[in-house]
């Protein structure tokens, strides 16, 4: 018998980070960072077999769970199509962590 092993879930990654859908909902960023983004899909329109993103809400979030849910939004804002606003929100997630 060969050795089995055990390899752990994989997620997309973009730009080197893994994203999360739950739903309308994608996370982007790693939970174990200071900061994730939270980018909600409000609408879409329909494309042949495809849904497409309309308007997407972006939030900049710290992980930190002492604080409330209002405190933890750092940065918020609304973009139309699922890059635009993934390629905005790693932006912010990448500057808030060199921050620190």
């Known amino acids: 018998m ?5 390899t752990a879930l994989k997620f997309p990654e ?15 960023g790693d939970m174990n960072d200071p900061y994730v983004v939270c980018l909600t899909i ?7 077999d495809i849904s497409l993103a309309g308007d997407v809400a972006i939030q900049l979030l710290s992980t ?3 604080l409330s ?3 933890r939004i750092i940065k918020k804002s609304e973009k139309n ?3 635009t606003a993934l390629d905005l929100g790693a932006a912010w997630l990448e500057r808030q ?3 620190g």
């Open 97 to 99: 962590l060199k921050k």
């Open 81 to 83: 199509g699922l890059f």
């Open 14 to 28: 973009y730009k080197g980070k893994p994203l999360v859908r739950s739903g309308n909902t994608v996370y982007y």
């Open 42 to 48: 409000k609408n879409s329109t329909e494309l042949y």
């Open 64 to 66: 930190d769970e002492s």
């Open 2 to 6: 060969a050795d089995e092993k055990k």
């Open 69 to 71: 849910p209002k405190d």
